[in-house]
């Protein structure tokens, strides 16, 4: 398979020995946390705990922060700059300071409930932005009063909820921006039971709706802004925090216990409080929460951060689950990131919950990850392997049969341009042999650091790794023979810990194998084995073509068609043996670099990727590697950076996936060419694959590269409906479109043989994908499709099914 996730050209002049500085730059890299959270340090007078944040989005928000028993400790931090800068203020709290909760309007009006020295009630304003401040002279009774949550609807509607007093939860509303208050009649308000209280900042808001908890599972509830009560009761003995996505959608969490045996249960309504659902929690029940965000306009998707005892040395951990809690991901463990406040799936801000260590400076923490939205595909279905730690990058897949599939992953410092060095010990392989229903794990144990090459498997329980052992070990080939969950060490194959660097291993059989390395002593280094690697020949330098100065492979980059064998070099040029590895001969691409594939008609494509400017080269070759020549057709005039190309078995197809300028954030496409990459035809515009092996036209994998943060996904192919397409067999039926030429709306229908799923695409003169549309189980459909807005030129309508497919030239006014 082609794969250009390959090293910056720097690298080329690293790779042969490891120095002293080397390791110390792994060492440096290898904190093993997926980049979920970006931590700041706002300049707090003391060590503080968070315990309220107020975020307007990726820019601004607000941090309260106080020390538990410690005088004039509550301050509050403000950025309006994403973090590059913060502004900190004093709350003028006499004596020992519990503020619970706060409120922000506009750009620089602030609210703070507090008590002054566990008594005495007080809300303060500033409008300022917490250079001044003044009492807003709530009617708190300074002996009894507690206040629990504050929430500004707007710029003069404020709400304040407090513990009962005279009987009656202590409600007060403002219109008028705190100049005055009043309190909620008791009448408007469910009696408290006896006993019953509040928790500070236990409530939520949304739209007219706003709630909040109690200590006896009670959940208090106004759709008309706080004027007017009801109350339900919840399955939990009490309510330690709660949020809603909308007014049905929400949760409610509770901990119970002290100390070792803290037990966490939480529960989810989809009817505003009528029902109730237990909650799966991450890890079972004996984590604490810090919080539970439900996601801004989203039904499905919720992120909690956890801890376990002791809180101070526990496990810090950010988990997501995209189906309302029935599962959930880890996405990253380390930050002590409490009060996770989001505002849309990519922006997000949390802050260290204290208490924390005196002397230590307070962290809050800004949400820089993917974006948390599940993959979503009608082509590729994405699976968690379930790696602990979750965030891994694919380095090969390989497809056995529909059924069993491996796949290698390590772990890499990735940013938006580009991959950089590995970090960590941390190699892991999946393997599922029910098609993905199921996956076992398991640990390599190449060395650390550790840089993975390829992975060759042969059937269930038998597989190769190669790699390199950088803590001195060299290069590797390690084997299983129990599925991944054991892996033995080769140590017959004679590679120079210090010199070798081997970057491919392939067995055709229990017996038969190749393994090669860049060159050293003037040659490429290249070794078969007859018996399983138990002795291995190295390859007279005389049966192979010598090496450019500087020339070498790269991990992965080979490929195999019966006894012929191919790998690609740093200088454009292609070696090949039709002997199975004892002796080769080599050609020029007329490329610089690249990457290359080769199809079953021994036809194959060398890929360039210029990473600084995201442009992409292909070039064909249509006698096995011999001679090649440019091909012109390349999606988006080649100013994209192509992840992985593959052609498809039995077919005369080749799949390629790319992304534009970002390695993270995509655009993540993928494309398909009947005509030997002449034209393309782009199938899907959402799922970011980098790694790809098809076995068959309708059984394929890909594999996610590394991203910021979130699960190592695997993708199986479940585009049936585009086996006909791929094997471009014509579809037998009739297929009309109509006006055409179009301006508005372009009118489809077929009739087939017998029902079928049936995919519509819309593809421009380019290739570009304007519109897909999945029918299942049907033998016979009208469609309309929206034209009006699409420029004028030509366009390809393509009728799909696991039968063949049928493609109309669409003409657009």
Same mark, same amino acid.
């Given at each position: ?48 705990? +968070? ?5 307007? %989005? ?17 301050? +509050? ?111 408007? +308000? ?16 949304? %739209? ?146 204290? &208490? ?137 194959? &004679? ?53 450019? &100065? ?17 790998? %690609? ?135 996610? &590269?590394?991203?910021?943060? %979130? ?103």
């Amino acid at each position: 398979m082609i794969k250009n996730f390959t090293f910056p050209a720097s690298w080329s002049q690293m790779r042969w020995g490891l120095t002293a500085t080397t390791l110390l730059a792994c060492a440096l890299f290898n904190t093993g946390q997926a980049q979920t959270w970006q931590s700041f340090t706002p300049p707090f007078r003391d060590t503080l705990g +968070i315990y309220d944040i107020i975020a307007k %989005g990726s820019q601004t928000a607000w941090f309260l922060g106080f020390r538990f028993g410690e005088e004039n400790s509550a301050q +509050i931090a403000g950025t309006v700059d994403g973090g590059a800068s913060f502004n900190v203020v004093d709350i003028p709290i006499a004596g020992v300071p519990y503020t619970p909760c706060m409120a922000v309007t506009g750009d620089s009006t602030l609210y703070v409930m507090a008590l002054q020295d566990w008594g005495n009630a007080v809300t303060l304003k500033s409008t300022d932005g917490g250079k001044n401040w003044a009492n807003t002279k709530t009617p708190w009774d300074p002996s009894v009063s507690w206040p629990d949550y504050i929430h500004a609807f707007s710029d003069s509607l404020i709400l304040q909820i407090g513990d009962p007093r005279d009987g009656e939860f202590e409600i007060y509303r403002s219109k008028d921006a705190g100049a005055s208050w009043a309190r909620i009649d008791g009448a408007e +308000i469910p009696d408290p039971r006896s006993g019953e209280f509040g928790f500070n900042n236990c409530g939520d808001q949304v %739209g007219s709706h706003i709630w909040f908890g109690t200590n006896q599972g009670r959940l208090y509830h106004s759709a008309d802004e706080g004027a007017s009560w009801d109350a339900m009761q919840t399955p939990l003995d009490g309510i330690g925090a709660l949020s809603f996505s909308d007014e049905d959608h929400g949760i409610v969490v509770g901990m119970y216990g002290i100390a070792d045996s803290v037990q966490t249960l939480a529960f989810h309504t989809e009817d505003g409080g009528r029902n109730w659902t237990e909650l799966s929690i991450p890890v079972g029940t004996i984590y604490h929460y810090y919080g539970v965000p439900y996601y801004f306009k989203n039904r499905s998707v919720i992120v909690a951060t956890t801890y376990t005892n002791p809180q101070l040395f526990g496990v810090n951990q950010t988990w997501v689950s995209f189906d309302r809690g029935a599962n959930w991901i880890l996405y990253s463990e380390g930050e002590i990131a409490g009060w996770p406040e989001f505002t849309s799936p990519q922006n997000g801000w949390a802050g260290e919950w204290g &208490p924390i260590l005196p002397g230590e400076p307070t962290k809050v923490f800004k949400y820089i990850g993917q974006a948390l939205v599940p993959p979503s595909s009608n082509i590729w279905q994405a699976f968690d392997p379930g790696y602990t730690p979750p965030n891994l990058g694919c380095s090969a897949i390989e497809v056995l049969n529909p059924q069993t599939v491996w796949a290698l992953h390590a772990h890499y410092s990735v940013n938006d341009s580009l991959y950089g060095f590995f970090v960590d010990s941390l190699v892991r392989t999946a393997r599922t042999t029910d098609g993905g229903a199921s996956w076992q794990t398991g640990y390599v144990p190449v060395g650390n650091p550790a840089f993975v090459a390829n992975l060759c498997a042969i059937d269930a329980q038998t597989a190769w790794v190669a790699g390199i052992d950088a803590s001195g070990g060299g290069s590797k080939i390690l084997k299983t023979e129990d599925g991944g969950q054991t892996w033995k060490h080769l140590t017959t194959a &004679p590679w120079d810990p210090v010199v070798s660097w081997v970057n491919f291993v392939h067995f055709w059989s229990p017996a038969k194998g190749v393994t090669m390395g860049d060159p050293r002593d003037g040659e490429f280094e290249i070794y078969l084995t007859g018996n399983g690697g138990q002795f291995w020949s190295r390859v007279p330098g005389d049966k192979i073509p010598d090496p450019l &100065p500087g020339e070498f492979g790269y991990n992965n980059d080979f490929d195999v068609l019966g006894n012929t064998i191919w790998f %690609g070099t740093n200088k454009g040029r292609v070696f090949r043996s039709d002997n199975a590895g004892a002796s080769w001969q080599v050609y020029d691409t007329g490329l610089p670099d690249g990457s290359l594939e080769f199809g079953d008609n021994g036809h194959g494509i060398f890929s360039y990727v210029d990473f600084s400017n995201s442009k992409t080269e292909l070039r064909i070759s249509r006698d096995r590697g011999e001679t090649w020549t440019e091909l012109n057709g390349i999606p988006e005039g080649g100013n994209i950076r192509m992840n992985s190309l593959e052609f498809v078995p039995g077919s005369n197809v080749i799949v390629m996936t790319t992304t534009n300028a970002s390695l993270l954030h995509g655009l993540f496409r993928t494309w398909i060419s009947a005509d030997d990459g002449m034209t393309w035809k782009e199938i899907d515009h959402s799922t970011n694959i980098g790694w790809m092996e098809f076995s068959s036209p309708s059984v394929g994998w890909g594999g996610q &590269p590394q991203v910021l943060n %979130g699960p190592s996904y695997l993708f199986k192919y479940t585009g049936s409906v585009l086996t006909g397409l791929l094997t471009a067999k014509a579809l037998e039926m009739e297929v009309q479109a109509w006006p055409n030429p179009v301006h508005e709306q372009l009118h489809l229908s077929f009739r087939a043989p017998e029902a079928e799923d049936f995919i519509l695409l819309l593809n421009d003169a380019q290739g570009k994908l304007i519109e897909r549309r999945l029918l299942r189980g049907v033998s016979m459909a009208t469609e309309v499709l929206e034209t009006q807005h699409l420029p004028a030129g030509n366009y390809h309508l393509t009728v799909a099914s696991a039968s063949g497919s049928k493609s109309l030239a669409i003409i657009v006014h």
